[in-house]
């Protein structure tokens, strides 16, 4: 159920968007916990980018993390649970600038 309300929440995002004249991308930032327990989150992940990749622009940020880095956790202050790190927040803006541009 919360799923469907957060779709009709994107919908509504992409349609204001669209009014403004603005570009509409979902950007899929994955927790701590999807590099630590590989199937946390895997089900939300699999609707969402289901749902999402065929209808508007996808960057999946788990993804290019798994690419380039042996140990995601590097990117996490001291590797724990919490916000991205100096180094884990270069790494995805430069990721997000490349896919739109």
Same mark, same amino acid.
Do not use: T, W
């Given at each position: 159920k919360a799923l469907d309300i957060y779709k009709d929440v994107i919908i509504e995002l992409e349609r204001f968007s669209k009014s403004s004249g603005s570009n509409f991308i979902?950007?899929?930032?994955? !927790?701590?916990? @999807?590099?630590? $327990?590989? &199937?946390? *989150?895997?089900k939300i992940k699999k609707d969402?980018? !289901?749902?999402? @990749?065929?209808? $508007?622009? &996808?960057? *999946?940020?788990?993804?290019?993390?798994k690419k380039k880095f042996k140990n995601p956790k590097?990117?996490?202050p001291y590797e724990l649970y919490?916000?991205?790190?100096?180094?884990?927040?270069?790494?995805?803006?430069e990721i997000i600038f490349?896919?739109?541009n």
């Amino acid at each position: 159920k919360a799923l469907d309300i957060y779709k009709d929440v994107i919908i509504e995002l992409e349609r204001f968007s669209k009014s403004s004249g603005s570009n509409f991308i979902i950007v899929y930032i994955p !927790s701590y916990y @999807s590099f630590h $327990y590989p &199937f946390y *989150d895997y089900k939300i992940k699999k609707d969402l980018k !289901s749902f999402f @990749s065929k209808k $508007y622009k &996808f960057i *999946d940020l788990e993804k290019e993390i798994k690419k380039k880095f042996k140990n995601p956790k590097s990117l996490y202050p001291y590797e724990l649970y919490g916000h991205f790190n100096e180094l884990g927040y270069q790494f995805i803006s430069e990721i997000i600038f490349k896919k739109i541009n």
